[in-house]
């Protein structure tokens, strides 16, 4: 979709999808796939070499973009570095790394390369440990893996520093980057769809792979910049139905939405547009629009925006929480993309074309493997 705000936010108004025919070297003939463009030629600071890898490096293109890092420093001159929280979520890190170091191997060798770098690049904690050292922050720092759940859930608890007083800023979000493991095991799941996903589609396939980085600093509401949206409410559950199909009639999801509504005080009248986790896989948008209607029935539109990015995993609730931040400023309802008609068996409202109309607060759903849910409230107070 493109690096930063105007380009993602051009992307939706455009319908502009960043999907695109995998590789050869993927060995996924006829699945499609959204990398960002040009990451390869992204470089770390000289200091924080070691810390290079695919997933470092889309954190550091994100650091760049809208003034982010620039912003944090700002926090970081009023507060002080010691009060800067780091909480960031991933599924996989840089396993790249190790897949390339693995190969790197002569073929009598049992160990790794001596030159490959674990705790730099592949270890679930790199990702937060260069954050952290590239902002100059000491606050508290770690990184979430709850599968894809993990960029929503980063929002939730760095909230939680905040309202107990150990931060008075967090650097929240998520970063996944595509990897052969991670491509080959939806494969193996037989959860691929052949071409774009097109979730809530009656003949809807399955899932695209993409990968993405989402970033955002929580602020205390008086220390916010003037117009700045909040998160207005978080909600998570965990109901352990199966390791990797979701709870057929969606009782985690429910809660998780009704715990978001609760923190935010609202009732479900007043979300003006959800956006679903809908992966495009049969069992999760079918489970999702039972959950959905269930507490909102037909009066709130939904719909999914992983037909531009494809499914980016942990950073999928990170990615969709900034797209959210843009429909509110925007007044804009995202239809699907691809998608002329849903599925007849859907019981609620699924835009399918862009709707533009006030929106003053939105909720975001991400759900992932093991039973995990995690629903965001974004918007104006």
Request: charged content about 20%.
């Amino acid at each position: 979709m493109g690096a930063g705000l105007a380009a993602t936010r051009a992307a939706l108004h455009e319908r502009r999808g960043g999907l695109g025919p995998s590789a050869p070297e993927d060995a996924l003939p006829g699945t499609w796939i959204g990398r960002v463009a040009g990451l390869e030629a992204v470089a770390l600071p000289e200091p924080l070499s070691r810390f290079t890898c695919r997933n470092n490096r889309l954190a550091e293109l994100a650091l760049r973009s809208d003034g982010f890092a620039e912003a944090v420093l700002a926090a970081r001159e009023r507060h002080g570095p010691a009060r800067i929280g780091v909480v960031l979520g991933t599924s996989t890190s840089g396993i790249a790394e190790t897949e390339a170091a693995y190969r790197r191997r002569q073929p009598a060798e049992t160990a790794l390369p001596a030159d490959f770098d674990f705790a730099g690049t592949h270890d679930l904690f790199s990702l937060a440990r260069y954050v952290r050292a590239r902002l100059g922050l000491r606050g508290p720092a770690l990184t979430l893996s709850t599968a894809c759940t993990s960029g929503a859930r980063s929002f939730l608890e760095g909230a939680a520093l905040l309202r107990t007083g150990q931060c008075d800023a967090v650097v929240v979000g998520g970063v996944d980057t595509v990897c052969r493991m991670t491509l080959q095991g939806f494969n193996a799941l037989a959860l691929l769809a052949q071409g774009p996903c097109r979730p809530c589609a009656a003949d809807r396939g399955g899932i695209s792979i993409g990968e993405a980085a989402g970033l955002a600093l929580l602020q205390r509401a008086e220390d916010a910049p003037a117009g700045a949206l909040a998160l207005l409410g978080a909600g998570a559950s965990s109901d352990g139905h199966h390791m990797s199909s979701p709870h057929p009639e969606g009782l985690g999801a429910v809660t998780a939405m009704q715990a978001a509504l609760a923190s935010a005080g609202l009732t479900p009248e007043g979300i003006d547009y959800i956006n679903l986790h809908g992966t495009g896989t049969r069992a999760n948008d079918t489970m999702e629009d039972r959950a959905v209607s269930h507490l909102f029935g037909v009066a709130v539109p939904c719909s999914s925006t992983k037909g531009w990015s494809g499914h980016t995993l942990g950073a999928s609730g990170a990615l969709e929480a900034v797209i959210a931040a843009i429909c509110v400023e925007d007044g804009l309802v995202p239809g699907c993309l691809g998608v002329e008609v849903p599925d007849p068996e859907f019981r609620a409202d699924v835009a399918t074309a862009n709707r533009h109309a006030p929106v003053r607060r939105v909720l975001s759903n991400s759900f992932g493997f093991g039973g995990s849910n995690c629903s965001l409230i974004i918007g104006r107070a």
